[in-house]
């Protein structure tokens, strides 16, 4: 009996480039659109690549949690192969012995519950560090550009949990690790013709640039990585307390394959891997904190509400702690809130299927390409109710978390592959928040009624112009009424 192929419904292509050209500067909203009309389940042609894109909480379930051994693999692709030194980071090394060994080490030495504690008061002091500056604007009524703050603020906590010191020890200024970080994310994001047309495309990523562009924030990373691991073998730390990332890294030892020892990483992995802890976890969390006080200062009633829950909690102590989060709920609710209408990773990281694989009665073939517009589960009106407003609420006796066990749910993706930095990224971002919304009162520059709330897709999604607030110490609103 002949076995019929099933594939998922594609709209209609054209020759060559496929679907490419439906796929637009933001590619999460085209999606959302191309699968109310084609299903939750669609297959695409990018240039000559397979691409399933899922729609629905139902179906990602199926990828994430009933296939997920099937989809773990990731693609190969330009810009990340370029930039994780051939493979040897976590986030973009194919499913295989060195990604489970590198993914064990990391989960125990760089994201336990244990070690996120232990960077704690670094992150405690960065944020003394933002609030005073903050105050000090706030003395003289200046609007401040939060999202340029919140990134630095994000930066500086990798750079020192990281190596010790802020990113200003790097010689590098804020403006220029950002620049850098964001060009990487932009290479990473990009649609590089080469990922698409094989044999070709590096004829046509020439001639736009793009390679060149790899190349270079290749050599500046490079020289920044190789600097802090150099100062680090100038310098050992004996004490287990003092010790950064670096220090871990180089200490580091994993199982290889056809060998019975564990063998020590080399430099490049070290690189490959600081490359995923700075373009997963600084951006990331910053942008997440911006998303969230653009909703609340456009929603002055959440904003007023949290405010009172924190405050009545923290009462006349200047700082939020961290230890004091767990009693928070209401905030708890607007970062959940936040992270439904904007997760920082629209898509997902792209997945690749391992072997050939059934996906809500669909054949898929083996090395499609798969990404979950997790942004459109977001919004999907069977799921949530008035899904375009914000409304941290709609979590009050609801189960439904981010962890990955929900799938209409999933800023951090799920199963073997989900995002291993996920206690960090919460941790960072409702401190943050907590601490912005106790301190301050926020409102519009002079002249100012509205926030523009439009995105700039790459790999992850920004906010396409700065969020620029105008804060009032509490001190002073207190002392005022
Ligand atoms: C708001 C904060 C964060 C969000 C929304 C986020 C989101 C994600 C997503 C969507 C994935 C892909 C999941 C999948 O394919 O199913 C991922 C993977 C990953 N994330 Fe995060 N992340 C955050 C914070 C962090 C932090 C703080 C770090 C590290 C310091 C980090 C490191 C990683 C790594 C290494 C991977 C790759 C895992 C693998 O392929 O095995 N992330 N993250």
């Known amino acids: 009996e002949k076995h019929v192929i099933h594939l998922p419904p594609s709209p209609p292509n054209m020759p060559v480039i496929g679907n490419l050209h439906q796929i637009g500067a933001v590619p999460h ?7 109310k009309k084609y299903g939750p389940v669609i297959m695409l042609k990018l240039g000559k690549v397979p691409t399933v894109i899922i729609s629905s909480a139902e179906a990602a379930k199926e990828v994430l949690k009933v296939h997920d051994l099937e989809c773990c693999g990731r693609p190969s692709l330009a810009g990340p192969g370029k930039l994780s030194y051939n493979y040897l980071d976590m986030a973009f090394a194919p499913y295989g012995d060195y990604w ?3 993914r064990k080490v990391c989960a125990i030495e760089l994201f336990s519950a244990k070690r996120v504690q232990s960077f704690r008061s670094t992150r405690e002091e960065e944020v003394t560090s933002m609030i005073d500056s903050i105050s000090k604007s706030s003395l003289a009524a200046t609007p401040i550009d939060l999202s340029k703050m919140l990134f630095n603020h994000s930066a500086s906590i990798t750079c020192r949990a990281s190596f010790g010191k802020g990113f200003q020890g790097s010689e590098m200024d ?23 047309f094989p044999y070709v495309g590096w004829i046509v990523d020439r001639l736009t640039g793009l390679h060149d562009r790899l190349e270079k924030i290749f050599y500046k990373f490079d020289i920044f990585y190789q600097k802090v691991i150099d100062d680090h073998l100038k310098v050992r730390r004996r004490e287990k307390q003092m010790e950064d990332i670096i ?6 030892k994993i199982d290889q394959a056809g060998s019975d020892d564990a063998v020590p990483i080399t430099h490049n992995h070290i690189k490959a891997i600081l490359m995923n802890i700075f373009l997963g976890g600084v951006d990331t969390t910053a942008l997440s904190v911006e998303w969230a006080m653009a909703e609340l200062v456009r929603n002055p ?8 829950e924190i405050r009545s909690r923290i009462g006349d102590k200047q700082k939020v702690d961290e230890e004091d989060i767990e009693q928070l709920n209401y905030l708890k609710m607007v970062v959940k809130e936040t992270l439904r209408l904007h997760p920082p990773a629209t898509l997902l990281l792209p997945r690749e299927t391992l072997s050939a694989v059934k996906i ?5 073939p083996e090395k499609s390409r798969i990404q979950i517009n997790v942004w459109a589960i977001g ?4 799921l949530w109710e008035s899904p375009e407003e914000f409304m941290p609420e709609r979590f009050e006796d609801s189960p439904i978390d981010f962890k990955g066990r929900h799938f209409e749910l999933l800023p951090f993706g799920a199963g073997r592959r989900g995002c291993p930095g996920l206690a960090l990224g919460v941790t960072m971002i409702e401190s943050t928040l907590a601490n912005l919304l106790h301190c301050f009162d926020w409102k519009y520059p002079p ?21 620029v607030l105008v804060p009032t110490s509490r001190d002073a609103c207190s002392k005022g009424e």
Do not use: C
């Open 29 to 35: 909203r085209s999606l959302w659109r191309l699968s």
């Open 100 to 102: 489970r060994a590198i």
């Open 174 to 196: 804020g403006a220029e690790f950002q620049d850098l970080i964001h060009e990487a994310f932009a290479m990473l994001g990009s649609f590089s013709a080469v990922d698409f």
């Open 247 to 252: 220090d871990i890294l180089l200490n580091l």
């Open 301 to 308: 009633r959440v904003m007023a509400k949290a405010q009172q």
């Open 360 to 364: 809500n009665g669909y054949d898929i």
């Open 379 to 382: 919004r999907d009106p069977d």
């Open 447 to 467: 002249g100012v009624e509205d926030i523009d709330m439009d995105e700039v897709a790459g790999l992850s999604v920004h906010k396409k112009t700065a969020l």
